[in-house]
Each structure stands twice: as structure tokens, then as C-alpha cells.
């Protein structure tokens, strides 16, 4: 995927974020981790959990519990597969997770009319 698609993708998710306005436990679910992984990760590193927390937490204050809900959504996302935890605290996409979100992509662009605008 080309960077302008994925730049596309993230303006698509702060607005859907914005517009919104959902609460931590909507934001937490594991298609937003997937995503967030996907488009900010450094393939060599991964990307460390903080980081998935302080984008979905734009504008407010990180607490405790979101840490931990993060860290159990990513989690679950390791027992999946879709996800390899490299050392405590980062995350790595696997083959898995990309062909996922890949596909979660294409459906996107394919039945939504947001995701259209921005495609056009």
C-alpha cells in the first residue's frame, strides 16, 4: 500500500475519531489497534503499545486503566496471530495481520461512502 493511501486511511480515522467523539472502551477494540499498528509501525522495531495508546487518547489524559486496556487488547491480537510481540511493549504485524488488514481495507473502500470520498 502506497503512502498516500495510508495517509488517507489515518485523516479517515481522526475524523471518524473526532466526529464521534467515543469513549476509550469503543477505541480500545482491536480493528483500531490492528489499523494504528499497521500505519505507524517501523517494520524493523514494531511500534510500542504508549504509542497505540496516545493515538487513540488525542487531547486527553492518559490514565493507568487505559494503558492496561491497551495492553490487553494487544493481547489478544498475539493469540490471534494477527500480531508478534517482540520484546514487552512493542508490536509487530505478522503475514497474518497484514492479509487481515488488507482485506478490512479493501471492504472499507468497497461499502463505505466515507471511505469512497477519500479514496476519489
Same mark, same amino acid.
Given at each position: 500500500m502506497d503512502s498516500s493511501t495510508r495517509k488517507k486511511i489515518k485523516?479517515?480515522?481522526r475524523v471518524f475519531v473526532y466526529l464521534n467523539k467515543y469513549s476509550w472502551p469503543v477505541l480500545r477494540h482491536e480493528v483500531f489497534?490492528?489499523?494504528?499498528? +499497521?500505519?505507524?509501525? *517501523? &517494520?524493523?522495531?514494531?511500534? $510500542?503499545?504508549? $504509542?497505540?495508546?496516545?493515538?487513540? $487518547?488525542t487531547g486527553n489524559k492518559i490514565r493507568p486503566s487505559d494503558r492496561n486496556k491497551t495492553w490487553s487488547a494487544g493481547r489478544r491480537l498475539v493469540e490471534k496471530? +494477527?500480531? @508478534?510481540?517482540?520484546?514487552?511493549? +512493542?508490536?509487530?504485524? *505478522? &503475514?497474518?495481520g497484514y492479509l +487481515?488488514? $488488507? @482485506?478490512?481495507?479493501k471492504d472499507m473502500l468497497k461499502h463505505s461512502t466515507e471511505f469512497k470520498?477519500?479514496?476519489?
Open positions: 485523516e479517515v480515522i489497534f490492528l489499523l494504528i499498528v +499497521y500505519l505507524f509501525e *517501523t &517494520p524493523s522495531i514494531g511500534l $510500542k503499545a504508549g $504509542k497505540v495508546t496516545e493515538v487513540l $487518547k496471530g +494477527y500480531l @508478534d510481540n517482540l520484546r514487552t511493549g +512493542y508490536y509487530r504485524m *505478522t &503475514p497474518r +487481515y488488514v $488488507k @482485506d478490512l481495507i470520498v477519500f479514496h476519489l
